[in-house]
């Protein structure tokens, strides 16, 4: 059984920074694909930003010079470092994963995810 557990949400002041992170664990060979998604009320869920295996990262617009993707690939986890936090940045944050199980079945998977608030 693989799960995917994020932490770091929380209440920031705009301006502010949080850094949240995101363990896979469980009967797992290897992640591909692993990014952020958020989805804030009365909206659909959107891609954050995404990093695969090897590679180059990749960003929404809106975020593009205030967070930073990051994986460490030993401890399959993944970080999203994010900094001049908005009101805007207000969501669910939600960790996703390619990931191929010891069955060698690939399959995506989805944390529980993580409430930011950025307010005054």
């Known amino acids: 059984q693989v799960q995917l557990v994020e932490s770091g949400g929380g209440l920031v002041q705009p301006g502010g920074s949080l850094r949240l992170s995101c363990k896979v664990s469980?009967?797992?060979?290897?992640?591909?694909?692993m990014g952020w998604y958020r989805q804030a009320p009365g909206k659909q869920r959107a891609l954050v930003a995404t990093?695969?295996?090897?590679?180059?990262?990749r960003y929404a617009d809106s975020v593009k010079g205030r967070f930073t993707i990051s994986r460490d690939n030993t401890k399959n986890t993944i970080y999203l470092q994010m900094n001049s936090l908005k009101p805007e940045d207000t969501a669910v944050y939600y960790c996703n994963a390619q990931i191929i199980d010891t069955s060698g079945i690939l399959a995506d998977y989805w944390g529980q995810g993580t409430q930011v608030s950025v307010s005054s």
């Open positions: 469980g009967s797992i060979i290897r992640s591909n694909v």
């Open positions: 990093i695969p295996r090897i590679g180059s990262t």
